[in-house]
């Protein structure tokens, strides 16, 4: 008995927010929430809110940078990173809620809870938006308290920060950035700004396989690429469709996609009719960003423009489908066919990434790719999503820093804190399952940004993020009939497509507990590490030698899918195809789990959403040797190095192997469906 209540005494004391009156623990997820007007114009909050009259930008970007002139912008954005109440109690609780060996295990909060518990103060919050909404600028809340968005001309941007704005010249790139450090005419709770430096930019993770061809309905023997039933056979999507006669193909579940670029409501329909899918019975739906946002953000980001087909202008005017968000979308909604899909998409239609005059309307428009953050805030905001596939990211050494707002390292118990490692443990607090792509460059991750990492080992920012889960890419050989037609490989060296299943390292981010220990050497002298966080976790088709079919350009209602330029097919490989592939498998298991007393209960009563699991990385580690073998398809052969740039094959960059078990270049392997919804909810 004593060393029960010496655990319960353990797991409160990481949670300080937890109160104890008396023999009477009240948590603050039974206290009365506080809900002020998060999306209304600010009012006056009496009192000064513990501040800081600067904050870090990313400033460091600016070393070796050229100093073109200033610049003339019109409308600039940024994200204001709030000082929080307990950030560290955030990634503390998100861990407990995903860890099934936790008290508070699947005991997930609301978006307002987290605000009470964890966010900025109320009051901070308020004063803040005061102080920008007083400068000229418009505002955009979230009820999570956790980032402010800012919008405004560049004259009152200045004035609200204390500076001014320059063209600067490094490494080939153009970009705009303060010519001094930015601060406040009084003190804010703000801990950095986000979006001051434009010098980094986030990339989409996709290489075309198949070449694009004029869609005229194919059937589903068609070969360009895998269509979705060679990937549910293959992976066994098709023994969970089948699971007691009413499971599982996504009913009841949503998942979330983290919008890059625009999609037309007629490719989904055009995909199911081709591939003969007619009994899907879930949706797809574009979330505009600002659409939920009525009140109080009429500038900034906007609803996106309407989509057109291929074209050589620039946006609003031209804006071509993105290859990628059709990708997102067709994978889920067919390897899922009866969940909802909801595509986010934030467009801010003047970011100013060149040098020159920029009036106000006249910059250079950002669509899906550039305003992640965004997207991401309002997923946690909405709280409707129950698992997010992502396919993006950038370089971890190019993107971290000690003063970058949005991934700050080191810093905190993980290794790093910001706005990035916040928002995704919101998402696992809230008990949202986050799949990003790895990336497509091996174990050579800043490859595809130049400058001085690009030969380094370096892996892939977000996916490596102690929340999320990394998705690796594989070469998969199968057949007409759905049966592999051969063995699993790693994608890498063995197709020559200059790409690889991204996979490596951390060098900041710290190994949480559930992943392996050891230091992952695959050869006598290879780079190895036994501290920092591994990649990928599992692994799904990605080479574009063996692509996915994807449709584009579908302008109207299949089979005509006039508009747009004429519909075409093709095929797209990358971890891109791997991410939404396994989004739409959490969601079949996130079905059985809802169907099954036993496990939609296993949450704590009156906790919003119980039949979601969390972090799925958790749960997946913690398998038994038993299960895992059954689960997953171990990937033994195949190395996920490539050429370093401006070279050729046989000559290769630093990668890992594939090995049994647990290896850096797959991960734990390719999971089943079936079987991995046996392994975790029992059925």
């Known amino acids: 008995m004593k060393r029960w209540l010496s655990c319960i005494a353990f ?145 009152a941007m200045e004035r609200a920060f204390g500076t001014r704005f320059g063209w600067y010249r490094k490494n080939g790139v153009t970009f705009y950035a303060p010519t001094t450090i930015p601060h406040f005419t009084r003190p804010l709770a703000v801990r950095g700004i986000g979006g001051m430096v434009t010098y980094r930019h986030f990339r989409k993770h996709f290489d075309v396989g198949a070449p694009f061809t004029p869609y005229q309905g194919a059937g589903s023997g068609f070969e360009i690429g895998y269509s979705w039933f060679q990937l549910a056979a293959a992976f066994d999507y098709t023994g969970a469709y089948n699971l007691n006669g009413t499971c599982c193909k996504g009913d009841g579940i949503t998942i979330g996609i983290i919008g890059t670029g625009p999609i037309s409501a007629f490719d989904v329909p055009a995909y199911r009719s081709t591939f003969g899918l007619t009994s899907a019975t879930g949706s797809v739906s574009q979330v505009n960003v600002t659409a939920n946002m009525a009140c109080c953000y009429s500038t900034g980001l906007a609803t996106p423009p309407p989509v057109t087909g291929p074209c050589g202008g620039s946006l609003p005017g031209c804006n071509p489908e993105d290859n990628e968000a059709q990708l997102d979308t067709e994978q889920t909604s067919s390897l899922a066919p009866n969940a909802s899909v909801n595509f986010y998409l934030a467009y801010n239609p003047n970011e100013c990434f060149q040098p020159g005059p920029c009036a106000p309307g006249a910059g250079t428009p950002a669509l899906g790719i550039a305003e992640t953050d965004d997207e991401l805030q309002q997923i946690a905001n909405d709280n409707v999503a129950d698992v997010v596939s992502g396919s993006y990211g950038i370089g971890e050494l190019d993107f971290a820093s000690p003063s970058n707002p949005i991934l700050t390292c080191p810093s905190g118990p993980t290794g790093c804190a910001g706005a990035d490692p916040t928002v995704f443990a919101t998402l696992a607090a809230e008990g949202i399952a986050v799949f990003i792509s790895s990336g497509d460059t091996g174990a050579s991750g800043c ?212 090995r049994p078990g647990y290896d850096l270049a797959t991960g734990l392997g390719a999971p089943f469906a079936r079987n991995l919804i046996k392994a975790l909810v029992g059925i």
């Open 11 to 155: 797991f409160l004391a990481a949670l300080p927010s937890v109160a104890l009156a008396g023999n009477t623990i009240t948590p603050y997820w039974e206290r009365p929430i506080e809900r002020p007007p998060i999306f209304a114009p600010p009012t006056t909050v009496g009192g000064l809110a513990r501040g800081v009259f600067s904050a870090p930008y990313g400033g460091e970007d600016l070393h070796g940078a050229q100093y073109i002139g200033p610049a003339q912008l019109g409308l600039v954005s940024v994200n204001v990173v709030m000082q929080m109440r307990d950030e560290i109690g955030l990634q503390r609780y998100a861990m407990l809620a995903s860890s099934p060996q936790s008290l508070y295990y699947r005991r997930f909060l609301t978006p307002e809870q987290i605000a009470d518990s964890f966010g900025a103060s109320a009051s901070d919050y308020e004063i803040a938006k005061q102080y920008f909404w007083s400068q000229g600028l418009a505002i955009r809340a979230w009820k999570q308290r956790e980032v402010l968005r800012v919008v405004g001309p560049q004259a």
């Open 447 to 658: 490859q595809r940004d130049g400058g001085a990492n690009a030969e380094k080992l370096c892996v892939s920012y977000p996916s490596g993020d102690i929340n999320v889960v990394s998705v690796g890419g594989t070469t998969t050989p199968i057949g007409n009939n759905g049966r592999l037609a051969g063995l699993i490989t790693t994608w890498g060296v063995q197709t020559q497509t200059f790409g690889g299943g991204g996979g490596g390292f951390s060098s900041v981010i710290k190994r949480p507990g559930f992943e392996p220990t050891g230091s992952f050497c695959t050869s006598t002298g290879s780079p190895c590490d036994s501290t920092h966080r591994l990649q990928p976790d599992l692994s799904l088709n990605a080479d574009p030698a063996t692509s996915d079919t994807v449709i584009i350009n579908c302008g109207s209602a299949p089979p005509g899918c006039s508009g747009l330029g004429g519909a075409l097919i093709g095929g797209i490989g990358g971890t891109s195809a791997s991410a939404p592939g396994m989004a739409a498998m959490w969601a079949l298991v996130l079905e059985a789990c809802k169907q099954t007393a036993a496990c939609a209960t296993r949450s704590w009563s009156g906790t919003p959403h119980p039949y979601r699991l969390g972090n799925p990385a958790p749960l997946l580690y913690a398998l038994s040797g038993t299960q895992k073998a059954s689960t997953f398809y171990d990937i033994v052969y195949g190395l996920n190095a490539v050429p370093p740039l401006g070279s050729n094959y046989p000559t290769l960059d630093a990668g890992y192997s594939a």
